[in-house]
């Protein structure tokens, strides 16, 4: 019986989220929380921002500051204005000229406020390119860093999909929405001003209208981002089924099956299910909204009547019925403007918990010491496996038990079994891009966890049998196995010798600058499964490790050509360490040593000759094949 899986915990954010009021007097404290957790994360975008074009910050702050002050200023220039004429048809007016000045001075004002604003909006948007760009890369650059364990986890994956979908948008919305606050607030307080020295209960009543408001949106809100973060494996799903029939690889076999309707419908059926609560939440929104508004409507007449009222009793002008009833208007137009703006804010902060919950993730694949071990280069390495055992993340199967092995200086080790046998998941333990649940695997003498990661993966020339293709030209994918040295098309043509892959891309019109696949060029070549194989065992023999790591390398690939790369193989693998997987057993004849596993375990080790005289599983797999290519009488 084995221990507790291993595997990093579950990913969560370090940023708290507040626990919800159980009582009246938990209240007040639960939105103090909310407050705090959303300056934190305004905050964190605000960093983000300066990283990127410190310039924005300061662009978007003197535009709140000259949003909040021109439209005061307006009101006050059309109120003279207003008066002017009021003036003028009175005949109290001598001359046209200050008139003529006021129309300037709106005139002027006018233009400065679009061109200020036109200026500004082209700034903003080249920034914004640019900071969505900078928000991309930070994502990218992290995302080498995270270690290939992460992504087995659901959770994780979630919040990975969800840092990528709102990287783009989320912190530019609530960016330009909190300096849309400022410009709001400043409005906001100079016409309470303007309005309160004739008429001090008017903003008041406002105020008191549209609070309710406030209240429902922030609720809502939450409940909305609650919903969709409960409901995110729904949005999965949803990808998932509207991806499969845009999928290139999949194409064929959906059509020739008929299984668009199938996709079609699970699709339609998880849209529905999901779609049910966020209509309810959104009707329920909206019905309170327009509650809210028939009172604020009401509201807001009885104050134009009172002014209206003034007017006609000789109370006030009609630059004071302009100045005043615009000033009632914005303060009710702010007023809204300031609670759904800050919900918004409030609903963006809150997705943006994903970006940060990502960008939190710390490297468990890290040296178990401070000053790591370097890797010996171009020397031969012994690599031994002590009660190694292996779950996957999340799970408690254990897919490894118990290995002990050695592979000694010069070896050529071929892993055999059956699938599901842990061959491939051997290789990445090897490799680290897991480390062990349970046991140590050393290089020379040393815990592999004591290297520096970089250093250890770059002594693998490795080929795993679910291998990349890469929309580059030829050569690049060649070139990928070291990219330090794509420029040498010298060692990149050899290395397409020895995988067999010369042959076919000198019949290629460009020959090695031929783009493959049609993601980004329209005469990108298709190439057969074989050879792209084919050219991924090129990658291998192009980065010229120390050890070299096959899994199904000739998997796809014809009798003629599998021999003709394994008649390379011996020669290129001559003093190196080398690893391959390989189903045909054919080629483990040319093995030094064979390791046979069964259910995650080591149950045969010897040569060829050894184990067919031993008459065990590795005979029989032998045989069993063997008798496929004997003619049938």
Known sequence: MFGPPGGPPPIHSNVPHPKRPKGIKNVIPFWIDCLKNMIKRLVYIYKLVWDARPALMFILAFMAVFNGVQSIIGAYISKMLLDGLQLAVQGQLESFQTLGLLLLLQILFQLAVTIINS?????????N???????????????????????????FYSQLENANREAGNRPIQVLQASFSIVSTLISLIGFIAVLGSRLWYAPLLIIATTLPSAIITYRYRRKMFSYVRRRSKDRREMDYYSGLLVDKDLVKEVKLFDLSETFIGKYKQIFSNYFKGLKTLIVAEGVWGIVIAILSSIVNGGIFLSIAKSVFDGKMSIGDYSLYTNALFSISTNVSTLISTSASIYEGTLFIDNMIAFMEVEPQLVP???????????AQHTIEFKNVSFCYPGTNR?????????????ETVVLVGLNGAGKTTLLKLLTRLYDPTEGTILLDGYDIREYDVKDLYSMFGIIFQDFGKYAFTVQENIGFGESKRMTDTDAIKEAAQKSSADEFIQKLKKGYQTPLMRIFEDNGLELSIGQW?????????FRNSDIIILDEPTASLDPLAEQEIFTQFETLSKGKTTIFVSHRLSSATIASKIVVLEYGEIIEIGTHKELMQKNGKYAQLFQTQAHRYIEQP
């Open 398 to 410: 254990y897919v490894l038990k118990k290995i002990n092995l050695t592979l000694r200086p010069g």
């Open 533 to 541: 194989q084919k050219l991924a065992v090129a990658r291998a023999f």
């Open 119 to 127: 200026v500004s909006n082209i700034v903003t948007r080249l920034s």
């Open 129 to 155: 390119e640019l900071l969505t760009n900078s928000i991309k890369l930070k994502i990218m650059n992290k995302a080498k860093t995270i270690d290939m364990a992460k992504f087995d986890l659901p959770e």
């Open 368 to 378: 178990s010491i401070k000053n790591p071990r370097k890797v010996q280069h171009h």
